[in-house]
């Protein structure tokens, strides 16, 4: 019905910057919204970032000022920007959208993980 394709993880320095994407396709009909979470070894999985079809956004506390979500309605792809990355950023990072179907259901969908790891 939904899928969703995470990119853009990998391993970075303290400091460093890493640009996640996650390209949604199928059979949506709207979103209402989308957004990232991650989950570390013996965490639980936690919202990171999300931002709504009208464009407002949330984020977690601890990357409020160094990661930034932004949307390409046209592309149905949003990005996770993540800046002055730090070694407890390091998880999977997996994508989420709340969407309507053209079966006219709403349902949630999640990405296969993308591995972030900040050491040096």
């Known amino acids: 019905q939904v899928q969703l394709v995470e990119s853009g993880g990998g391993l970075v320095q303290p400091g460093g910057s890493l640009r996640l994407s996650c390209a949604a396709s199928g059979s949506i009909f709207r979103f209402y919204a989308m957004g990232w979470y991650r989950q570390a070894p013996g965490k639980q999985r936690e919202l990171v970032a999300a931002?709504?079809?009208?464009?407002?956004?949330k984020y977690t506390d601890s990357v409020k000022g160094r990661f930034t979500i932004s949307g390409d309605n046209a592309k149905n792809t949003v990005y996770l920007q993540m800046n002055s990355l730090k070694p407890e950023d390091t998880a999977v990072y997996y994508c989420n959208a709340d969407v309507i179907t053209t079966t006219l259901r709403r349902g949630d969908y999640w990405g296969q993980g993308t591995q972030v790891t900040v050491s040096s």
């Open positions: 931002v709504t079809s009208g464009g407002s956004t």
